[in-house]
């Protein structure tokens, strides 16, 4: 926090800033320069930009005991001005989430034999779980095939909106490029 406020605060056009007097978020703005003496006061600027993740399983278990391998794609957003109230109420559970792309987004690290250093961001955890959800859910035959890998996707897309929004966060152009 600054101890004086903050003089000519750039946001940019692609970002949202979040207001904040004595360590607590209470207003979010739009792109402008920001001005604010007193006491305690200070803004962050986040990024509203989509980011591009991609998450892949191995192994994925169909309901009659087949392994396959999944792969999803997409964009997953912040909230933005619309959704300032949402961004206000999750700010603090969910801010690392806001601020830190590497923790929204990052691929899990594995060792060198084969076993997870590091998890990854937010967004393959949930996307994780939506494919399990739903590949569970189906046949081998039925969620490599034909029109059933479109059922596949349209799946996985309300499962990773209902995880995500339970964030704050939006998933946008899902796409599974590859079972």
Same mark, same amino acid.
């Given at each position: 926090?600054?101890?004086?406020?903050?003089?000519?605060?750039?946001?940019?056009?692609?970002?949202?800033?979040?207001?904040?007097?004595?360590?607590?978020?209470?207003?979010?703005?739009?792109?402008?320069?920001?001005?604010?003496?007193?006491?305690?006061?200070?803004?962050?600027?986040?990024?509203?930009?989509?980011?591009?993740?991609?998450?892949?399983?191995?192994?994925?278990l *169909?309901? @009659? =005991?087949?392994? &396959?391998?999944?792969?999803?794609?997409?964009?997953?957003?912040?909230?933005?001005? #619309?959704?300032? $109230?949402?961004?206000?109420?999750?700010?603090?559970?969910?801010?690392?989430?806001y601020?830190?792309?590497?923790?929204?987004?990052?691929?899990?690290?594995?060792?060198k034999?084969?076993?997870?250093?590091?998890?990854?961001?937010?967004?393959n955890?949930?996307?994780?779980?939506?494919?399990?959800?739903?590949?569970?859910?189906s *046949?081998? @035959? =039925?969620?490599? &095939?034909g029109?059933?890998?479109?059922?596949?996707?349209?799946?996985?897309?309300? #499962?990773?909106? $209902?995880?995500?929004?339970?964030?704050g966060?939006?998933v946008?152009?899902?796409?599974?490029?590859?079972?």
């Open positions: 926090d600054s101890m004086f406020g903050y003089v000519l605060y750039p946001i940019k056009a692609s970002e949202i800033g979040v207001k904040f007097y004595q360590g607590h978020p209470y207003d979010v703005v739009g792109s402008g320069m920001y001005t604010e003496l007193g006491f305690f006061q200070d803004i962050k600027a986040i990024s509203i930009e989509g980011l591009a993740f991609r998450i892949s399983d191995p192994e994925v *169909t309901s @009659d =005991k087949q392994r &396959i391998g999944v792969e999803v794609a997409g964009t997953v957003h912040r909230p933005g001005l #619309e959704n300032a $109230k949402t961004l206000l109420e999750y700010w603090g559970s969910y801010s690392k989430f601020t830190n792309d590497h923790a929204l987004i990052d691929p899990p690290v594995y060792d034999d084969g076993k997870i250093i590091s998890p990854g961001g937010l967004m955890s949930l996307g994780q779980q939506a494919m399990k959800v739903c590949v569970g859910d *046949t081998f @035959d =039925k969620a490599i &095939i029109t059933a890998r479109d059922e596949l996707r349209g799946c996985i897309d309300t #499962e990773l909106d $209902k995880l995500a929004k339970g964030y966060l939006e946008r152009n899902l796409v599974v490029p590859n079972v």
